[in-house]
């Protein structure tokens, strides 16, 4: 059977008839001319002409790479210019005009792959190596344009090819002639730093490729397959020999605009919507504008050596271990009896300690009786320590023997039970006698309060009642009624609250942080965070080992001040105080102090592994919390029973971080008009709450007895409380510079100002703290001025490094790279290292000050103590 056979149509036969008769019409004339190197020619391309010119080096001129020019007069893009580069290791294909981003050029320059960056396996061996001859190229030239285009041709060698150690090497690259050099390794050399630098303000971009071909030398080619960077003034990387086993080429380009390096430009003013939608006109072509130009030094430095982590790494362990042995030395000395005097407890011991345990060698019952009797001094120059009365496990708050405002206003009281419990001393047996006990104390600071509000409204002249009931004189006493371990309970849960949130919070920062380092080491795009290339120092997959490590003092200090406050809780329980002297003092704020500045240590550590503008907030989340946590604390040491919950105070700091995020990702005049409203509000809301020690509420009868009180002055009588008044008045003009400052300014780093507003705060409340001590005739500790005085030195440098940081997330990566420095301490260290260092000293410093500047008073009567 015969297979059956298929015509064409015939319509299509004779289409194909007619296009192989015109094909056979047409003639193209080949031209085969060889060329010269080190000059010009002039050639005229068109649809019927192609050009084959062979280069042919001297023996003494093949020792260089090629470097290939071509130029033309006009053409279109649709129908180019097509010119091939033909080695013996392959062929290359460029066209012209081209489109590069906005720009469309009609003039490139290439460098040529060098014949030994092929490959060693690539050469099979069939072909003899030296077939070729001198080491030349042809060059292919054709278009497919019916009219003729003049075409200038020439190629020369690259004679700056190599890039030498510790010798600048000035390349001038222009718009479509990128420059490319080549550094070799030395031998036993592991890693270098590239370093660029200009003096101009043009875009470029600076990549690095490993020593093969072909070259990448266009932007597509280079966003997809180099390790890359946006430059305008400097720029640096590291490279590892690991990477790049055979050396590596720099590829520096011009950029065609300023949009790679300084964001995106505003928008014009031009009515776009009506041109494009109601005229239906085409958008304009691109401009053909003079090629734009730079000049950069490239420099290569050595890389930090081994010895040289070593060394960086163990000096800062060093000083941070030597906290830890002043700590122990400390603890050693207290052995000795001079040193135990100095500071050394001597506080009014619980009734059911031996007379023995205490330092001043008296008997208890001797040392109540004298402190009880004695008036009360204007210096409080007492050497006693500021620990807790509590060993109690419980949490309950239902023991609580009356309300705060029952006891600021005053009661009926019980004389028959005042006199019983001045008679016979405390002595807490059991659970029942505790309770009774605490009942009994409370009521006999409640006396002594409305005795003392009396008789200062007595003084006052006329008598009338304060705002609220408020005493004119408050007395820690009136303000510490709730049972100790009912205090001691919602103190810890500060600690158990930090802990669950910072763990929630940390493990996906973790998973987020390394996710963006896999993907620049995927890329190999190093505009996706924002290091100090000068002073980076890789180590394994880090790419900023010493940013990461620099950290290790918060982690450090954070636990010694843990460990100090855990040794004071256990001193407590060995050694139980009488509750009615001293400031009441929990430690579980305390101790979230120093789990805070541990996870400060954490959540730094993790965002300098990239940091970028997505990711500021985990740096600083938690400096916020310890901003919060110390004002909390701060005001705790007065106002005991009115203190902030757990849950509300980590509310807050959850809103604020709402609020971070907004302000980072969204912000613009509705976000700042929103959160200056919310600003001055909560301070202002805040300011009442302290004024009236907690008694404000949010409604139409407290707000006008407020006002009441607070237009007392223009009645001539004067504040009710003129110290509080005029700090509080101090806070709130500076909060408010603070909110109209971000209203007019609106910067685009919020989570800065955020964070420049709660320090502010936070500094404020403690010079209130220390003043109000002075004025009311405290005296802290020498020790406690101590450490306020290293704190300052401390404190000082640190914002100076921090003000004069390395770099700045909230900029384009190419302008944060204008911040870039070069290490200042031991060649491993940045200033934005000394920040991480210096700061942890003083947070711990500062942290030491809250600990202690209350120590003055273990052997005062709560009645006897200022509430400020």
């Not at 019983?420 to 029942?432: H, K, N, R, V």
């Amino acid at each position: 059977m015969r297979p059956s056979t298929r015509l064409p149509p015939l319509p299509l036969l004779l289409l194909l008839l007619a296009g192989t008769a015109s094909t056979q019409d047409q003639s193209i004339s080949v031209i085969y001319k060889q060329l010269s190197f080190e000059e010009s020619y002039e050639l005229v391309v068109n649809a019927s002409v192609e050009y084959i010119l062979p280069f042919v080096p001297s023996p003494n001129q093949a020792l260089w790479p090629i470097r290939v020019k071509v130029s033309t007069s006009h053409g279109d893009i649709a129908r180019p210019l097509l010119i091939t580069a033909r080695r013996r290791i392959g062929a290359t294909t460029w066209q012209l005009p081209y489109r590069t981003e906005s720009s469309v050029l009609f003039a490139l320059e290439r460098t040529l792959c060098p014949d030994d960056a092929a490959q060693p396996d690539a050469l099979l061996g069939d072909c003899d190596d030296e077939s070729y001859g001198q080491k030349g190229f042809s060059l292919h030239i054709g278009s497919s344009c019916a009219s003729s285009a003049t075409v200038h041709v020439s190629a020369t060698f690259v004679r700056d090819w190599y890039l030498t150690l510790e010798s600048p090497t000035v390349v001038r690259i222009v718009q479509g002639a990128p420059q490319v050099n080549h550094y070799a390794w030395l031998p036993e050399q592991r890693s270098v730093r590239l370093v660029a630098r200009a003096e101009d303000d043009v875009c470029a971009t600076v990549a690095v490729q490993n020593y093969t071909c072909p070259i990448c030398e266009t932007l597509e080619e280079i966003e997809t397959s180099t390790l890359r960077m946006t430059v305008l003034r400097s720029g640096g990387m590291q490279l590892s020999r690991s990477l790049y086993p055979r050396g590596f080429y720099v590829v520096s380009l011009v950029r065609d605009s300023e949009r790679a390096c300084r964001g995106d430009a505003p928008e014009p003013d031009e009515d776009w919507l009506w041109e494009r939608a109601v005229l239906a006109a085409e958008p304009p072509l691109p401009e053909r504008r003079p090629p734009r130009a730079k000049t950069l030094t490239l420099r290569v430095q050595p890389a930090l050596s081994m010895a040289q982590y070593y060394v960086g790494a163990g000096v800062t362990l060093a000083v941070f271990a030597l906290f830890y042995a002043g700590f122990g030395a400390l603890v050693l000395a207290q052995r000795l009896p001079r040193w135990k005097r100095l500071v050394g407890p001597r506080a009014v011991l619980a009734a059911d300690t031996r007379p023995e345990d205490t330092s001043s060698g008296g008997g208890r019952g001797e040392l109540h009786s004298a402190m009880s009797l004695s008036p009360p001094q204007r210096r409080r120059d007492s050497t006693a320590t500021f620990d807790s009365s509590d060993n109690s496990n419980s949490d309950s708050d239902s023991e609580d023997v009356r309300t705060t405002s029952e006891t600021l206003a005053g009661g009926p009281r019980s004389a028959r039970t005042t006199q019983a419990s001045l008679a016979a001393p405390a002595a807490p047996a059991d659970t029942q006698n505790d309770v009774a006990m605490t009942s009994v104390e409370g009521e006999i600071r409640a006396d002594v309060v409305e005795g003392e509000r009396v008789a200062a409204e007595a003084a006052d002249g006329a008598g009338a009642a304060r705002a609220f009931g408020l005493p004119a004189r408050l007395r820690v006493a009136a303000l510490a009624r709730r049972r100790d371990r009912t205090l001691k309970a919602r103190s810890d849960r500060y600690l158990y609250t930090l802990y669950t949130v910072g763990l929630f919070y940390l493990l996906p920062v973790v998973q987020f942080v390394v996710a963006f380092q896999v993907i620049l080491n995927v890329s190999g795009s190093l505009d996706l965070c924002y290091y100090n290339f000068l002073c980076a120092h890789p180590a394994g997959r880090l790419s900023d080992f010493n940013h990461v490590f620099s950290n290790a003092g918060y982690l450090l200090l954070g636990a010694l001040f843990m460990l100090q406050v855990k040794r004071r809780k256990m001193r407590r329980k060995r050694k139980p105080r009488d509750e009615e002297y001293g400031i009441p003092a929990h430690y579980g704020l305390l101790s979230s102090l120093g789990a805070a500045m541990m996870m400060v240590a954490l959540l730094s550590a993790t965002y300098h592994i990239c940091p970028n503008q997505l990711n500021f907030q985990f740096d600083t989340a938690f400096m916020y919390v310890l901003s919060v946590l110390s004002m909390v604390k701060i005001y705790q040491s007065r106002h005991p029973d009115i203190n902030a919950r757990a849950h509300a105070t980590f509310g807050v700091l959850a809103v604020l971080i709402a609020l971070v995020v907004w302000g980072v990702l969204g912000g613009g005049p509705l976000f700042w008009s929103v959160f200056t409203v919310v600003h001055v509000f909560t301070f202002l809301l805040l300011s009442l709450r302290i004024y009236y020690v907690g008694q404000f509420r949010l409604d139409k009868a407290a707000l006008a007895e407020a006002a009441r009180d607070l237009a007392a002055p223009a009645r001539g009588r004067s504040p009710l409380y003129t110290p509080r008044l005029i700090m509080l008045l101090i806070a709130n003009a500076v909060n408010w510079g603070f909110a109209l400052y971000g209203l007019f300014v609106q910067s685009v780093d919020f989570a800065g100002h955020l964070l420049n507003v709660l320090l502010s705060n936070t500094l404020m409340h403690m010079a209130f703290y220390v003043t109000m001590k002075l004025l009311h005739g405290e005296r802290p500790r020498w020790y406690s001025w101590t450490f306020l005085a290293l704190a300052s030195a401390a404190w000082i440098p640190a914002l100076y490094f921090f003000v004069s940081g390395s770099t700045s997330w909230s900029t384009t990566p190419a302008l944060s790279r204008q911040r870039n420095h070069e290490c200042l301490m031991l060649q491993f260290y940045d200033s934005h290292d000394l920040w991480h260092m210096l700061s942890a000293m003083a947070l711990y410093f500062s942290f030491n000050v809250l600990l202690t500047w209350d120590d003055g008073l273990s052997a005062v009567k709560r009645t006897d103590i200022a509430v400020f």
